[in-house]
C-alpha cells in the first residue's frame, strides 16, 4: 500500500491546469476566427489541444465524486467545458466505475475495454467513425433530456435495443440524474446561443469537436492489451494489463489523468498531479511494475499481457 499523501487532491492545481486549457481552447478559437492558411490550421490544432486537455478533467472527476474540497471544481468543470462538449461528467461515472472494477475489468461485462487489436470492425468504428458521431450523438442527447428527461432517454434506449439491438443510453447513477437534466438543458442553452449568434463558427466548432474526440480513442490502444476478454479479473490485473509511456508526447495524446496509466490503475483514488511521483514510486520499489514501461513503438507493434513473465 502506498503513503495517504499520494491520495491527496489540490484543487488549486486543477484550477490552474484546467484554465491553461481553457486559454489553449480560446486562443485557438479566436486566432482560427482572423487568419488563415497556415496559422489557421494551427491555431485548430492549438484550439483541439486545448479543448482535448480540458476534457479529460471529466475522467478526473469520476475517481472524487465524495472529495468535498473538488465540488466548486466539479461544478465549474461541468457548467462549463462538461457543456461546451455536450458530455456532464456523471454520464461518464457508471461506465467508467465498471471499467476499474476488479473482476469486471478486461472481461464482456467491462464497457471501456474495446478488442481494437483482434477486431478490425471495432478498430475502425472507433478510430475513423466515432469521433465524427460522438458530438452529434451528444447534441441528441441534451436535446432528449431537456425535452423528456432521464426517462424519455430510457424509453428511446430500450426501443433501440429491442428494434435496433443498439444502445443510445449510458447508465446514470439514481442521484445524478436529475443533475445531468439540468446539466443538458444548460448545454442546450449554451448550443443555442452559439446558433443564434455566430452560426458561421458552428462548422469551426464541429470540427474542433471531432479533433478533440479523435485524440481521446485514439489513446484507447495505448492502455491495455485490447485483444480477447478474460472470464474474470483479480488485483494484479490492473498492473499486468495496462500500460505507461514516458514519452514527452504523451502530455498531448494521454494528458493530465490519462498519463502513467498502470499507476492510475493501480490506485485510481490518485489524483493526476501526483501520478508522476507514484509512477517513479512504483518503479523503484515494484520490480513488476516496470514491465509496464513502454515505447509507443512497442504499443504501435501490439503490448502483450505481462504476468506470465513476471510471476512464477
Given amino acids: 500500500m502506498i503513503e495517504k499523501f499520494f491520495f491527496k487532491a489540490e484543487p488549486m492545481i486543477y484550477f ?18 482572423y487568419t488563415s492558411d497556415a496559422i489557421y490550421l494551427a491555431s485548430y490544432v492549438l484550439c483541439v489541444i486545448g479543448l482535448h486537455r480540458a476534457g479529460v478533467f471529466g475522467h478526473e ?16 468543470w461541468n457548467m462549463t467545458i462538461g457543456c461546451i462538449i455536450m458530455v456532464p461528467s456523471s454520464r461518464f461515472f457508471q461506465p ?5 472494477q476488479t473482476g469486471k475489468f478486461r472481461t464482456k461485462d467491462d464497457p471501456q475495454y474495446l478488442l481494437v487489436r483482434s477486431d478490425a470492425k471495432i478498430a475502425f ?15 441528441f442527447q441534451i436535446i432528449i433530456a431537456s425535452i423528456g428527461g432521464i426517462k424519455l ?40 446561443c452559439f446558433v443564434i449568434f455566430i452560426p458561421q463558427y458552428i462548422p469551426f466548432y464541429y470540427a474542433v469537436l471531432v479533433g478533440a474526440w479523435f485524440l481521446i480513442v485514439l489513446r484507447i490502444p495505448l492502455e491495455h492489451e485490447l485483444e480477447k476478454y478474460a472470464e474474470s479479473s483479480v488485483q494484479d490485473d490492473q498492473m499486468f494489463d495496462s500500460f505507461s509511456v514516458e514519452s514527452p508526447l504523451a502530455i498531448i495524446i494521454q494528458p493530465i ?23 517513479e514510486h512504483l518503479k523503484a520499489t515494484l520490480p513488476a511494475y516496470n514491465n509496464s514501461v513502454v ?12 504476468k506470465e513473465e513476471t510471476v512464477p
Fill in 16 to 33: 490552474r491546469d484546467l484554465f491553461l486549457s481553457v486559454l489553449m481552447f480560446i486562443g485557438g478559437f479566436i486566432g482560427a476566427a
Fill in 61 to 76: 472527476l469520476t475517481h472524487r465524486p465524495n472529495d468535498k474540497s473538488m465540488r466548486p471544481f466539479y461544478w465549474f
Fill in 96 to 100: 467508467h466505475k465498471l471499467h476499474h
Fill in 125 to 139: 468504428f472507433v478510430l475513423f467513425v466515432l469521433p465524427f458521431i460522438t458530438p452529434l450523438f451528444g447534441l
Fill in 153 to 192: 432517454e430510457e424509453a428511446i434506449d430500450q426501443f433501440s435495443r429491442k428494434w435496433f439491438n443498439f444502445s443510445t443510453g449510458t447508465p446514470i447513477p439514481e442521484k445524478m440524474k436529475n443533475e445531468v437534466v439540468w446539466l443538458s438543458r444548460l448545454s442546450l442553452v449554451y448550443f443555442l
Fill in 257 to 279: 489523468g490519462f498519463r502513467f496509466h498502470t499507476a492510475h490503475h493501480m490506485y485510481p483514488g490518485v489524483p493526476y498531479h501526483n501520478l508522476p511521483s507514484l509512477h
Fill in 295 to 306: 515505447s509507443y513503438w512497442e504499443l504501435i507493434k501490439g503490448p502483450k499481457y505481462k
